[in-house]
Structures are given as C-alpha cells and as structure tokens.
C-alpha cells in the first residue's frame, strides 16, 4: 500500500511538471521579508498638499505643498521639513517652532492631497510605466491601468512588491487569472494597492523563485533590495523609488 501511495504520488508530480502546473513556493526570496497587510503609516513626500490650521491664530494657517527638497514654506516660521514624516511628527516640530512665535501655538495638520500616490507596473503588459493611484486599485486594476496583460504573459504568477515602513522590500506572487476567470472572490484576492508598490508581470514561469527574482526583478527593474531610496526622484524626476 504504501509502495502504491509512493508511485501514484510519483507519476501526480510528474504530471504536473509536464503540464505547467508547478508554481512558485510561497516562500521568502533571499533579501525580502515575509508578506504582511498592515498598512504602513502614512509619511509625507513631494507633490502632497497639506493645511497647517493655528486654532488660535488663523490668520497665520497655511496650505502648502510638499516641494521637490522636502520642505514647506510657512507664513510666520519659514521653512519646514516634512519629508518622511508622519502627521504627528510634523504637527509636533511644527507646534515647537510656533511656541517661540505665538502664545498659544496649538495647531492641526491636515493632508488634504496626495501628489506620491503612484505605483509601477511593468513587465508584459501594453504600457508599462509610472501611474497614479486614483481611487482604490487592486493589482488587477493596476494591468488594466496599464493596458491589460500581453500574450506572453504569465497571469498567473504576478509579482507584488511592497516596502515597509521601514524601508525594506515583501514580496508576493497573486493568481490574477483565479480572479479573472471568477474561480476567487475579488476582494479576497486582488491586494489593494499601496503608493509605490510594484506589479510585476513575468513572461514565463520559474520554480525556484529566487531565481526567479534574479531574472525578472533584479536584472530588469530599476530595483535594488538594499537601496534606501529618496522618494522625491518620483515626483521629481519621473522615475521610480526602487
């Protein structure tokens, strides 16, 4: 019996190899953390609009935007940096800074636009590039933006690369031919995407995927798993922080 398990076991892997069926392990490649959902605290960067409301003095609030170096300029105290820094960070200097102008400094920040919000899809896809996150986008939503997959397009092993509040990349594979052809729920599966993710469509499927990653990502993405990049090159420069 259990010589009988081992062969039926045998030829079921055998099948699968000569029909396509073998898919990357859900694992983690060599340089990326293991995948997680939490959202990330939201850090300002260039291009985001952003109000600095004094409650007691509103004649000296301010609408700003986050220019190219990082900084806003503010009506009373000048320059401020808020690149890379979340809501309370900079409600908190800020407030520091007003205390030696005002009596009575208390102060919101409140973001009210967000110039960062891009992602990058590439791979086979009609127009691989730079988009912006619009409304809420799934990695499906993501292709479409893009101008759907080729024909040479791997659909079922999409990869999506995500960084975490500290900086350093997760990877995961998404079945997006499941959820086209209806077999999984689209909310379940299709990931919302976050600012700077990148969708990456391969053209052929690989086993290991490590080495996977170094044919399709490190070799063909401006992608590096140690960078810590500078995100202004985004809004900046066209390019993309990876």
């Known amino acids: 019996m259990r010589l009988l398990s081992s062969l039926f076991l ?26 997680t959902d939490d959202a990330a605290v939201y850090r300002f960067m260039p291009g985001d609009e952003l109000d600095v409301k004094l409650v007691y003095n509103p004649e000296f609030s301010d609408r700003v935007i986050v220019a190219p170096d990082g900084t806003i300029e503010l009506t009373l105290i000048g320059s401020a940096r808020a690149l890379d820094r979340s809501v309370p960070e900079l409600a908190n200097e800020l407030q520091e800074r007003y205390a030696r102008e005002l009596r ?25 590039g730079v988009f912006k996150l619009v409304h809420r986008m799934g990695v499906l939503e993501g292709i479409i933006e893009a101008g759907g997959f080729l024909d040479t397009a791997r659909t079922d092993q999409v990869v999506l690369i995500r960084r975490t509040s500290d900086n350093r990349p997760m990877l995961k594979v998404v079945n997006v031919r499941d959820i086209i052809e209806g077999r999984v729920r689209t909310d379940d599966n299709d990931i919302p995407l976050h600012r700077f993710d990148v969708v990456f469509v391969p053209k052929s499927s690989v086993a290991e995927v490590d080495v996977w990653i170094d ?6 993405l401006p ?20």
């Open 10 to 35: 045998s030829v079921s892997l055998l099948l699968g190899a000569c029909t396509g069926t073998i898919r990357p392990t859900e694992r983690h490649p060599q340089g990326f953390l293991p995948w």
């Open 104 to 128: 009575r400094p208390e102060l919101s920040v409140i973001p009210r636009q967000f110039g960062s919000e891009l992602v990058y899809v590439g791979g086979e896809v009609q127009r691989p």
């Open 215 to 220: 044919q399709y990502i490190t070799r063909i």
């Open 223 to 242: 992608f590096s798993r140690s960078f810590n990049y500078s995100v202004n090159r985004a809004s900046v420069q066209g390019g993309f922080p990876f």
